[in-house]
């Protein structure tokens, strides 16, 4: 029996639990109000944390697949830093 292969979403909710839980928690976390997450830095997410978690490691890939799954961008709102 193979085992059953994760949705983006899921994969995606525990990479933030992880990351939100670790020494990278300053790269990404949970927005304060927990109902969306924050890249704080980039390059650190495409270096150590999309590799463990992701078949890729590049962040266009990641983006794709954020946007096929229909995520937004927040620029403005509680759920984003520069409010």
């Given at each position: 029996?193979?085992?059953?292969?994760?949705?983006?979403?899921?994969?995606?909710?525990?990479?933030?639990?992880w990351a939100s839980?670790?020494?990278?928690?300053?790269a990404l976390s949970?927005?304060?109000?927990?109902?969306?997450?924050?890249?704080?830095?980039?390059?650190?997410?495409?270096?150590?944390?999309?590799?463990?978690?992701?078949?890729?490691?590049?962040?266009?890939?990641?983006?794709?697949?954020?946007?096929?799954?229909?995520?937004?961008?927040?620029?403005?709102?509680?759920?984003?830093?520069?409010?």
């Open positions: 029996m193979e085992p059953v292969k994760q949705t983006f979403p899921f994969k995606l909710y525990h990479t933030i639990e839980d670790s020494e990278f928690s300053s949970w927005s304060p109000s927990g109902n969306a997450f924050v890249v704080h830095d980039r390059e650190v997410v495409v270096e150590h944390i999309i590799p463990n978690f992701f078949d890729h490691k590049k962040w266009r890939s990641f983006t794709r697949q954020l946007n096929l799954w229909g995520f937004k961008r927040e620029l403005r709102g509680p759920d984003t830093e520069g409010e």
